[in-house]
T-cell receptor, first 114, second 112 residues
Framework: ETGVTQTPRHLVMGMTNKKSLKCEQH?????MYWYKQSAKKPLELMFV???????ENNSVPSRFSPECPNSSHLFLHLHTLQPEDSALYLC?????????????FGQGTRLTVV | GEDVEQSLFLSVREGDSSVINCTYT??????LYWYKQEPGAGLQLLTY?????DMKQDQRLTVLLNKKDKHLSLRIADTQTGDSAIYFC????????????FGTGTQLKVEL
């Protein structure tokens, strides 16, 4: 138990569906992250939030839409995904966004797009 | 640009030493990290080394850094079945902001 909880653990969705991934941290951290982990590829940073403000602009397709309503919660809204978006989506949090290496990770949501 | 490479698989016998290797391309790395990902879990920071160091030891873990060859390794002594996991190396570079660049991960399998 790392203090970072992700739901659901597994998700299967069609290409026309809309779904959301949820992440919650109970560590009092100020920064939260979404990462994409695909087989045989490097871990890919998608989004970074610091105190509910998005602080990094990575090249992520608009079919992925993050939301950070408060410093404890982070969502990833998904719509019209492609099969190549199937991956493990990891949420993480750290004390602040200058210390991403010290982040605590959730267990991930295994997403399958059919 | 930054690129971090690792071999995908490593298999060792219980009790032997494991050596997981990583190469990186950006010579302005400041810190290099090793993470462990157990089945069904997220990444956990194991250890790190500052770029002006050659070696760091922490119990059964030894990190070696060859800055000239841009080569990083993680040695696990007396490997146990609980060490079976995916191991990621990552680098943080000068001028890269707070971004980490990760490798593909090495799947370590420990056999009895």
């Amino acid at each position: 138990e790392t203090g970072v909880t992700q739901t659901p653990r597994h998700l299967v969705m069609g290409m026309t569906n809309k779904k959301s991934l949820k992440c919650e941290q109970h560590l009092g951290h100020n920064a939260m992250y979404w990462y994409k982990q695909s087989a045989k590829k490097p871990l890919e940073l998608m989004f970074v939030y610091s105190l509910e403000e998005r602080v990094e602009n990575n090249s992520v397709p608009s079919r992925f839409s993050p939301e950070c309503p408060n410093s404890s919660h982070l969502f990833l809204h998904l719509h019209t995904l492609q099969p190549e978006d199937s991956a493990l989506y990891l949420c993480a949090s750290s004390q602040d966004w200058s210390r991403p290496a010290e982040a605590f990770f959730g267990q991930g949501t295994r997403l399958t797009v059919v | 640009g930054e690129d971090v490479e690792q071999s995908l698989f490593l298999s060792v016998r219980e009790g032997d030493s494991s050596v997981i290797n990583c190469t990186y391309t950006d010579s302005s790395s400041t810190y290099l990290y090793w993470y462990k990902q157990e089945p069904g879990a997220g990444l956990q920071l194991l250890t790190y080394i500052f770029s002006n160091m050659d070696m760091k030891q922490d119990q059964r873990l030894t990190v070696l850094l060859n800055k000239k060859d841009k080569h990083l390794s993680l040695r696990i002594a007396d490997t146990q079945t609980g060490d079976s996991a995916i191991y990621f190396c990552a680098e943080k570079v000068t001028g890269g902001g707070n971004k980490l660049t990760f490798g593909t991960g090495t799947q370590l399998k420990v056999e009895l």
